[in-house]
């Protein structure tokens, strides 16, 4: 299927089908390690992307995603495809070529759009994901913010940068996370670090000698503070707590 034109009535039509070379860097380089996901999603920016469409689809159909197995679900009459992650979110899956489709699903038909309003439909069913080639040779999962960032043809700033060889969370998140929990009654400090189940950890030191029923008490109002928050919601795909004993 690789080099076979886009339907005629598409706005792409006449383009063959293949992926664009800026992308094609970009995923092999991510593929090999050799750059960050913020590089992949720049360059996927402003690109068309194909949309798989499947007349047909048994409910229990299962396709791999890096080491993980996704469930295909099934949208509507039109054969619109989304797959359902192990944590229980749905993804929307697009591809950078024909040939990649052709690999996850030979009788996919490809439908182009630009990633934009592809990101946009994932926004407004409320699938928080995309997947990117999901059978491979290089599958990226592009978190919730990205994908808001994309729908919104704005820049994505990630949650976790590297700098001088080591993560670190981005200053701006920090400093909100900070903001966002300082009025909390029961925190003495916060700080945001790369999480290890999550994406960012906040790791909170809380007065000492609270009881279970306040403890609860105190992280309901701290989660409640950060989901409140305009700049941790559009910047964090997950986050996890962490508590250290305090002074």
């Known amino acids: 299927m690789a080099g076979r034109e886009l ?18 860097a970009a995923l092999a380089a991510y593929g090999r390690g050799d750059c960050p996901l913020a590089q992949v999603v720049a360059a996927l920016a402003g690109t068309r992307v194909l949309v798989p469409v499947l007349a047909a689809l048994e409910a229990a159909d299962v396709v791999d995603v890096g080491d993980h197995q ?11 495809v989304a797959l359902r992650a192990p944590d229980g979110r749905t993804a929307l899956p697009v591809f950078s070529s024909v040939a990649t489709m052709a690999v996850w699903r030979p009788d996919a038909r490809p439908v182009p759009s630009d990633i934009a309003r592809a990101a946009l439909s ?6 928080e994901l995309i997947v990117l080639d999901p059978g491979g040779p290089t599958t990226v999962l592009i978190p919730r913010p990205a994908v808001w960032a ?4 704005q820049e994505w700033q990630p949650a976790v940068v590297r700098a001088e060889g ?4 981005d200053g701006r998140l920090r400093s909100a996370i900070g903001r966002a929990v300082a009025g909390v009654a029961g925190v003495v400090a916060a700080d945001a670090v790369p999480g290890r189940r999550a994406e960012v950890a906040v790791v909170l030191t809380l007065v000492p000698g609270l009881d279970r029923t306040r403890l609860d008490d105190v992280l309901g109002r701290v989660n409640a503070a950060l989901a409140a928050d305009e ?3 559009a910047s964090v ?6 508590l250290v004993a305090g002074p």
Do not use: Y
């Open 7 to 24: 339907p005629a009535s598409a706005p792409f039509a006449g383009a063959d089908g293949s992926c664009g070379p800026l992308l094609s």
């Open 70 to 80: 996704h469930t295909i679900d099934k949208v509507a009459s039109a054969g619109i």
């Open 122 to 127: 994932a926004v407004a069913e409320q699938w």
């Open 150 to 153: 994309l729908a919104q043809q």
């Open 166 to 169: 080591t993560d670190t969370v």
């Open 231 to 233: 700049i941790v919601t």
């Open 237 to 242: 795909d997950s986050l996890e707590l962490r």
